[in-house]
């Protein structure tokens, strides 16, 4: 009876741990045309507060600097979070990123990244949309959001642009997907850029949450993807255009909205594995009113 009792208690402690094993997180940046130095350790603190991951930093040499032994080691991690948008790496790296996620790795792609490496096909298809770096139709279709579906338009044009920052509602278009599961239809984001006319391959999955992109303040006037997942053989692929940051992670109010951090954990554990195990926090936004968690993470915790 005791070795029993053992043996039930050794199998209830592992499974105990394996339950609370962190998610091996990489996150790559080092360049972009945005605040890495601020966004790339909050991405870190949003995951890691959560109890859920463990992220490493990759960063990139700096603008211009040799490139070539920017070579990584995917294979240990569960997810890639990318937050880079910059010179391009060495043809190892994007060859092992590729293989990565056609074996069914984990990415979240997350707000400038999908202005990177326009000429890359892959990655083109892993973001499904991207922005500037002089996309146009030869990129693919515009795509947004018109009588209730994803339409693809054609016509020529710039790719990315956006109009100035400001609060806006987030529309919810999927019925029911696990990263959305529980969250409301409509809920007001803070202070925040709002990409608009993005085009690419349009490979989109599930389209999670669309914006409108109001002319009055500079916008497309169009309903835009901005939360999605992307249709990419056996990847599980999480795009956030969401969470411009800011100067200082204090100044901070797109990566500071309780919305961008909860999609952000939702979409990364579900990228990681096909699951989102997390409850919907009381603080999240309503369709009136912002919520900032200005810690990076649930108040109480
Ligand atoms: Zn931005």
Redesign the pocket.
Known sequence: MKQLLIILFSFLCIGAVSARKPIKTLLITGQNN?NWEVSHVVLKQILEESGRFAVDYAISPEKGADMSGFVLDFTPYQLVVLDYNGDAWPEETNRRFEEFVQNGGGVVVY??ADNAFPKWKAYNEICALGGWEGRNEDSGPYVYWQNDRLVKDSSAGQGGS?GKQHEYVLNRRDKDHPITKGLPLKWRHAKD?L?DRMRGPGNIKDILYTAYSDPSTGGSGREEPLVFTVDYGKARIFHTMLG??GPTPEENPAMQCTGFQVLLLRGAEWAATGKVTQKVPKDFPTETTTSLRSEYKEKGN
């Open positions: 945005h707000h400038a956006h850029e990409y411009h940051a």
